[in-house]
């Protein structure tokens, strides 16, 4: 698992990225936008888009600063071998309680809508068994994955769009900014939030891309057509289930698809959207595992990461369970303290560090300018 040895492609990088932005998005992000602006969920979603576009901009500078870099090894560049490996301490946990976190939302979404009578312990132990065996084979068996899986993903999702665009209704909408302004920019947080400013975590991936000239471009793609799926996905809703329905859902894009109906005979399809979701939140949970165990590795300056496959993955296993006990404890938690953390996760701190990359880069220049001129 050498970084020298794994190498994955701009393609490959643009689905993981992609799978990333949408993962446990799907089901979080469009009820976060409709209680926030109600029937403009959708305009605070491509003002949300927006504003996570200029956080990647942010991203893709520090990646093309130091390409062959991890984001750790850009703390420790940025800020010094001794303040580098704190700030990267900090970030190592962050990253692996999100891991539970990710987890901890597919436990829920299983408990509640599909197997309701199956304790969570065991749905984690599933799910994490093969992300488990995917990480131990590397980076790229997942971007290969990632390829194999996404023909059948968009088929599904395109299955989920074309037949329920039919059944809404634009006047579900209406009235457009009918709460002013001010609702819509608050609404953008949920989605700016979840994805956009965990997608820092992809940075742990990019130094193993084989042609350096396409990450930004590649990273840049992916979060901005998974970003768009997620704003489409809460207009969906909005003009079939409405405002008034859609806000007492805790999972209003599984209800979603329950309407699909085709000549009363194809109908309860909702598989169809839990499979959407676990496609694309598969990929999430193993690109944070695999983040988290490269960074406790580089942290603690271990050579072998395999090392902690395991003992991660337990670790995993027991907090996902029990750091979230149930879903109103969840709710409370991601709006007073995920959303500050991950502003100083995902924003503050990476904005500090391209600015303290710009300013080292500089120093040198300006030398040599004075050195030139005696």
Not at 65 to 81: R, T
Not at 133 to 141: F, H, P, T
Not at 195 to 206: D, H, K, R, S, W
């Amino acid at each position: 698992m050498d970084r020298n040895i794994e190498k994955i492609s701009p393609q490959q990088f643009r689905l993981l990225v992609l799978f990333f932005s949408i993962g446990s998005s799907i089901l979080l992000v469009p009820p976060g936008l409709i209680q926030a602006s109600q029937h403009d969920g959708w305009i605070s979603g491509l003002i949300g888009v927006a504003f996570g576009a200029g956080v990647m901009l942010m991203y893709i500078s520090m990646i093309k600063a130091y390409p062959d870099e991890s984001l750790f090894s850009i703390f420790e560049k940025a800020y010094g071998k001794v303040l580098g490996k704190a700030v990267s301490f900090f970030y190592s946990f962050f990253i692996f309680f999100l891991t539970c976190e990710v987890v901890s939302n597919m436990g829920d979404f299983m408990t509640t809508q599909i197997m309701i009578e199956t304790p969570k312990m065991y749905i984690h132990l599933l799910f994490l068994v093969p992300i488990l065996y995917g990480v131990s084979k590397g980076l790229e068996v997942i971007g290969r994955s990632a390829q194999v899986m996404f023909p059948t993903f968009l088929i599904l999702l395109t299955f989920l769009i074309l037949f329920l665009i039919p059944e809404g209704q634009l006047r579900n909408i209406e009235p457009v900014l009918g709460e002013g302004i001010k609702p819509v920019l608050n609404g953008s947080f949920s989605i700016l939030t979840v994805p956009y400013l965990e997608l820092f975590i992809l940075m742990m991936i990019a130094p193993h891309i084989n042609e350096k000239k396409e990450v930004g471009k590649s990273f840049f793609i992916g979060g901005l057509v998974g970003g768009l799926i997620l704003v489409f996905m809460t207009f969906l809703i909005l003009i079939v289930l409405g405002y008034s329905f859609s806000s007492l859902m805790q999972f209003p894009t599984y209800v979603l698809a329950k309407k699909i109906n085709i000549g009363d005979f194809l109908q309860r399809v909702e598989v169809v959207a839990a499979a959407v979701w676990i496609i694309s939140l598969f990929f999430k949970v193993a690109i944070c595992f695999y983040a988290s165990i490269t960074g406790l590795s580089e942290v603690f300056g271990m050579q072998n990461k395999k090392i902690l496959l395991y003992p991660v993955g337990v670790s995993v296993l027991y907090f996902s369970v029990y750091i979230y006990p149930n879903t109103a404890f969840f709710s409370m938690f991601v709006t007073e303290v995920i959303l500050s953390y991950s502003l100083l996760f995902g924003l503050v701190i990476p904005l500090c560090t391209l600015m303290m990359i710009i300013l080292k880069k500089k120093k040198p220049a300006r030398k040599g300018a004075e050195g030139n001129a005696s």
